[in-house]
């Protein structure tokens, strides 16, 4: 019996590693988009973000050099998208799927003289602590820094958007930028600060994928999970909490999935894959039924344009 | 707390467009001041500039003698301006407390504290902790006037506040004005509205084109006076013939219009029977929301109702669709300018050809015919004086008057028999809705028909032949104009029986 519940453990521990990418690209892109600002450009952001954490590793053989770094550029090419939308007021959407393709591109391009390369161990926490509880252990300890922050940065988004002054005003922004700046909010500043935030959050969960999850670089490695963390936003209805839950329901059946395809159930395996996807948009659905709720959180300028009157 | 506001030769030039020519004002606080105009004036540009919304291209603005730098809505804050916009400037799905607290620097606990004093001196009841969306509009209002009234202002300035008030609000709202003023905040007070300069300001700037026209006294002033300042012509003050109905044909007739929603906020129609004669207009009176928007909907053919019976020109109608009236010559004017009559995003010619299917040359083998459109389209708007010859314009630039004489022109132009209009000149400025009034006037002469739905209790007595009154979804009894005062409307409107 314990070594079933010690299994049961390890495979909870494996469900959350394989949502940390999802909870933190969805968590930046949440903010970016409570300020109004819709950018498509995740799975773009995360891959290059996975390419430049591993090239960094490769070069530097430093692991935190290559979270910071990898961060950074997520940073650096979520600038090239905010310099388009918010200075030049190209269009959100057209401009995040091009943020997409580029980013698909060049880190294909760069990464490929790392095919091939093996990745470094990533420092794990608490590994005595796993081996020695049954149950809890595999599921509390043993993991990196990172899933650590990926899962308190729900709750972390949630008191910063719901209790702090500038959770407040970047939610004004998101609700209407014309009166935040008749009030004297500079929306631009505000709105560039959130894309940052969410490059940066992207390039990081990149990282996540390409020095911990998978240690090497594939191309194309980030497999779509971009666009997965987008839709949780949506489905979530901004609501950082639900982010999180959705992450781990998607990131549940996903691994679930494996094992039912292992063990040679008779269900056809295309469907199998793509309960991940469906489970995950009825849960996410159901629990985001309250109307009322769902208008409060929505950033009602989504996506538009705002310049100012001179 | 003496406070002097002196604006100085200030300029603001747009693109083909004056909307500031050296205007230079002096206000004192312990009075309220009518800053007048038709819409387009420039009104609204002034006091952009006044809360550092806008920069002015030349002139100055002085608080006490003081010159004073307004570059950005956060200067006008500093130098204690408080500004109060048309169109609210308040963050829909945040709390009330949270659109108050954003631009404050107060800590939570004290900016509670006194906007709950604010609550209690001016006797305004909102709850700070529900979403701003689920207010009224003039609890809306409320909110953006204590924003103001939390960094005590000096100069609070309200942009044609009463515009999306009801009655009862607007008089609230004039109450607290006059407390403001009494407590020495100098107000400033935006409208095109000529009782309200009267009744509720001391002084009164009149504007038009950009520049200002007059300054007075408001006691020395009359409606037809500021009318004709802003305008800038003797109104002909036009005025109906009295009807001697001199043809006889019935050209309308309903008869028994039940109508039943099960959405609460729709008002049921019991028992509706009234018949219209050519060249006749019929007003209906009534307080809004008392059945008129079901009963415009239901004679346009946007609600089908059982068992009534329309009959125009003798022929059974009441299961035809709007398009299919249309073409039996009927036409209409919602109430709704914005999002009933027309798509403001179209151009005015693409909004001219919406409802003019009948017209086959608009479109031929599925194609727009553009030109052919166009010519039309100019056509409606020289000949209903809107004032631009450009067809391709959106039609969200044309003003409220223009845009109105657009849809009327629109519904005219193929000179329907009968003429079904809702609110006509609601929110207009004299000048527009003098031309609509002529409009409809003339109509009539040329023997065709309208009915007026209106809210507005002068505009049905200058332009109806007979009135009757619709109250929580019934008619009162049609009498003729010459038989009714405006008591009488008003003991009718409120449910009340007259003789």
Request: proline content about 3%.
């Given at each position: 019996?314990?070594f079933?519940?010690?299994f049961?453990?390890?495979?909870?521990?494996?469900i959350?590693?394989?949502?940390v990418p999802?909870?933190?690209?969805?968590s930046?892109?949440?903010?970016?988009?409570?300020?109004g600002?819709?950018n498509?450009?995740?799975?773009?952001?995360?891959?290059?973000?996975?390419?430049?954490?591993?090239?960094?590793?490769v070069?530097?053989?430093?692991?935190?050099?290559?979270?910071?770094?990898?961060?950074?550029s997520?940073?650096?090419?979520?600038i090239?998208?905010?310099?388009?939308t918010?200075s030049?007021?190209?269009?959100h959407?057209?401009?995040?799927?091009?943020?997409?393709?580029?980013?698909?591109g060049?880190?294909?391009?760069?990464g490929k003289?790392f095919?091939?390369?093996?990745?470094?161990?990533?420092?794990?926490?608490?590994?005595?602590?796993k081996e020695?509880i049954?149950?809890l252990?595999?599921?509390?300890?043993?993991h990196?820094?990172i899933?650590y922050?990926?899962?308190?940065l729900?709750?972390?988004?949630?008191?910063?958007?719901k209790?702090?002054?500038i959770?407040?005003?970047?939610?004004?922004?998101?609700?209407?930028?014309?009166?935040?700046?008749n009030?004297?909010?500079?929306v631009?500043?505000?709105r560039?600060s959130?894309?940052?935030?969410?490059g940066?959050?992207c390039g990081?969960?990149g990282?996540y994928l390409?020095?911990?999850?998978?240690?090497?670089?594939?191309?194309?490695?980030?497999?779509?999970?971009g666009?997965?963390?987008l839709a949780?936003v949506?489905?979530?209805t901004?609501?950082?909490i639900?982010?999180?839950?959705?992450?781990?329901?998607?990131?549940?059946?996903t691994?679930?999935?494996?094992?039912?395809?292992?063990?040679?159930?008779?269900?056809?395996?295309?469907?199998?894959?793509?309960?991940?996807?469906?489970?995950?948009?009825?849960?996410?659905?159901?629990?985001?039924?309250?109307?009322r709720k769902?208008k409060?959180?929505?950033?009602?300028?989504?996506?538009?344009?705002?310049?100012?009157e001179? | 707390?003496?406070?002097k506001?002196?604006?100085?030769?200030i300029s603001?030039?747009?693109p083909g467009?004056?909307?500031?020519?050296e205007?230079?004002?002096?206000?004192g606080s312990?009075?309220?001041?009518?800053l007048l105009g038709?819409n387009?004036?420039?009104?609204?540009?002034?006091?952009?500039?006044?809360?550092?919304?806008?920069?002015?291209?030349?002139?100055e603005?002085?608080?006490?003698d003081?010159?004073?730098?307004?570059?950005?809505?956060?200067?006008?804050?500093?130098?204690n301006?408080?500004?109060?916009?048309?169109?609210f400037?308040?963050?829909?799905?945040?709390?009330?407390?949270?659109?108050?607290?954003?631009?404050?620097d107060?800590?939570n606990?004290?900016?509670?504290?006194s906007?709950?004093?604010?609550?209690?001196?001016?006797?305004f009841?909102?709850d700070?902790?529900?979403?701003?969306?689920?207010?009224?509009?003039?609890?809306?209002?409320k909110?953006?006037?204590i924003?103001?009234?939390?960094?005590?202002p000096?100069?609070?300035?309200?942009?044609?506040?009463?515009?999306?008030?009801?009655e009862?609000?607007?008089?609230?709202?004039?109450?607290?004005?006059?407390?403001?003023?009494?407590?020495?905040?100098?107000?400033?007070y935006?409208?095109?509205?000529l009782?309200?300069?009267?009744?509720?300001?001391?002084?009164?700037?009149?504007?038009?084109?950009?520049?200002?026209?007059?300054v007075s006294?408001?006691?020395?002033e009359?409606?037809?006076?500021?009318?004709?300042k802003m305008?800038?012509?003797?109104l002909?003050?036009?005025?109906?013939?009295?009807n001697?109905?001199?043809?006889s044909?019935e050209?309308?007739?309903?008869?028994?219009?039940?109508?039943?929603?099960?959405?609460?906020?729709?008002?049921?129609?019991?028992?509706?029977?009234?018949?219209?004669?050519?060249?006749e207009c019929?007003?209906?009176?009534g307080?809004?929301g008392?059945?008129q928007?079901?009963?415009?909907?239901?004679?346009?053919?946007?609600?089908?109702?059982?068992?009534?019976?329309?009959?125009?020109r003798?022929k059974e109608?009441?299961?035809?669709?709007?398009?299919?009236?249309r073409?039996?010559?009927?036409?209409?004017?919602p109430?709704?300018?914005i999002?009933?009559?027309?798509?403001?995003?179209l151009?005015?010619?693409?909004?001219v050809?919406?409802?003019?299917?009948?017209?086959?040359n608009?479109f031929?083998k599925?194609?727009?015919?553009?030109?052919?459109?166009?010519?039309?389209?100019k056509?409606?708007?020289s000949?209903?004086?809107?004032?631009?010859?450009?067809?391709?314009?959106?039609s969200?630039?044309l003003?409220?008057?223009n845009l109105?004489k657009?849809?009327?022109?629109r519904?005219?132009i193929t000179?329907p028999?009968?003429?079904?209009c809702?609110?006509?000149?609601w929110?207009?400025?004299v000048?527009?809705?003098?031309?609509?009034?002529?409009?409809l006037?003339?109509?009539?002469?040329?023997?065709?028909?309208?009915?007026?739905?209106?809210?507005?209790?002068d505009e049905?007595l200058?332009?109806s032949?007979?009135i009757?009154?619709?109250?929580?979804?019934?008619?009162?009894?049609i009498?003729?104009?010459?038989?009714?005062?405006?008591?009488?409307?008003?003991?009718?409107?409120?449910?009340g029986?007259i003789?």
């Open positions: 019996m314990s079933d519940l010690n049961i453990g390890i495979l909870i521990g494996a959350m590693a394989s949502s999802l909870i933190l690209a969805a930046g892109e949440l903010i970016t988009e409570r300020s600002v819709l498509l450009g995740v799975e773009g952001m995360m891959i290059i973000g996975a390419i430049s954490g591993f090239a960094l590793m070069i530097t053989d430093n692991l935190f050099l290559a979270v910071i770094g990898s961060m950074i997520g940073l650096i090419i979520s090239i998208f905010g310099v388009l918010q030049l007021l190209t269009n959407v057209a401009t995040g799927l091009a943020l997409t393709i580029f980013g698909i060049m880190s294909a391009m760069i003289n095919v091939g390369i093996p990745g470094k161990e990533f420092p794990l926490l608490f590994v005595n602590f020695n049954p149950f252990g595999p599921i509390l300890f043993g990196s820094i899933l922050f990926a899962f308190l729900p709750f972390l988004t949630n008191y910063f958007l209790k702090t002054k959770g407040l005003i970047i939610r004004a922004v998101g609700d209407s930028p014309t009166s935040a700046s009030q004297g909010i500079n631009t500043l505000v560039y959130c894309i940052l935030y969410g940066a959050m990081l969960a990282a390409s020095l911990i999850y998978t240690p090497q670089w594939i191309e194309n490695m980030t497999g779509g999970r666009w997965i963390a949780l949506v489905f979530a901004w609501s950082p639900k982010v999180l839950i959705g992450a781990l329901i998607f990131g549940g059946i691994i679930l999935q494996l094992h039912m395809q292992a063990v040679g159930l008779r269900i056809p395996v295309q469907l199998l894959s793509a309960l991940p996807y469906i489970m995950t948009i009825i849960v996410l659905v159901v629990i985001s039924r309250d109307s769902i409060l959180n929505t950033p009602t300028s989504l996506g538009q344009i705002f310049y100012k001179k | 707390m003496n406070t506001l002196r604006v100085s030769e603001k030039i747009y467009c004056v909307a500031n020519d205007i230079s004002l002096e206000f312990g009075k309220i001041y009518a038709e387009g004036a420039g009104k609204s540009t002034l006091v952009k500039i006044l809360s550092g919304v806008v920069r002015p291209d030349k002139g603005v002085f608080l006490n003081k010159s004073i730098k307004l570059n950005s809505p956060l200067d006008a804050k500093k130098n301006i408080g500004m109060v916009f048309q169109h400037n308040l963050f829909e799905t945040l709390s009330v407390f949270e659109n108050l607290s954003i631009d404050s107060k800590k606990e004290d900016l509670r504290l906007v709950n004093n604010i609550l209690k001196k001016y006797n009841k909102i700070l902790d529900i979403p701003v969306l689920n207010l009224s509009a003039g609890q809306k209002q909110v953006e006037i924003r103001c009234l939390i960094r005590n000096k100069v609070l300035i309200m942009d044609e506040p009463t515009s999306v008030l009801t009862q609000e607007t008089e609230d709202l004039f109450v607290s004005l006059k407390q403001f003023s009494d407590d020495g905040i100098l107000i400033i935006i409208t095109h509205k009782k309200e300069v009267l009744s509720l300001c001391d002084e009164v700037a009149v504007m038009r084109k950009g520049k200002v026209v007059s006294k408001t006691k020395e009359k409606i037809e006076t500021l009318a004709n305008v800038g012509e003797n002909s003050t036009i005025k109906k013939k009295i001697n109905f001199k043809y044909e050209i309308l007739k309903i008869s028994n219009l039940n109508f039943r929603s099960d959405d609460p906020y729709e008002t049921n129609l019991i028992n509706l029977n009234f018949s219209l004669k050519k060249g019929l007003g209906i009176a307080i809004s008392n059945g928007s079901e009963l415009f909907q239901i004679l346009s053919g946007e609600i089908i109702t059982d068992y009534t019976s329309i009959k125009f003798d109608i009441s299961k035809l669709n709007p398009r299919e009236r073409e039996y010559l009927m036409a209409f004017s109430e709704d300018r999002s009933q009559a027309a798509v403001p995003e151009k005015i010619y693409e909004n050809a919406l409802n003019n299917f009948k017209s086959s608009f031929e599925g194609l727009v015919n553009e030109k052919k459109i166009k010519e039309h389209s056509k409606i708007l000949n209903f004086s809107v004032n631009t010859d450009n067809v391709e314009m959106k969200q630039f003003s409220g008057g109105q657009l849809i009327i022109g519904e005219l000179s028999e009968l003429l079904v809702f609110n006509p000149t929110g207009l400025d000048g527009a809705i003098n031309y609509i009034h002529e409009t006037i003339n109509i009539n002469e040329q023997g065709k028909s309208s009915i007026l739905i209106s809210t507005d209790n049905l200058k332009l032949d007979r009757c009154v619709i109250y929580k979804g019934k008619l009162s009894k009498m003729y104009v010459n038989e009714v005062t405006p008591e009488k409307l008003g003991i009718l409107m409120g449910g029986s003789d």
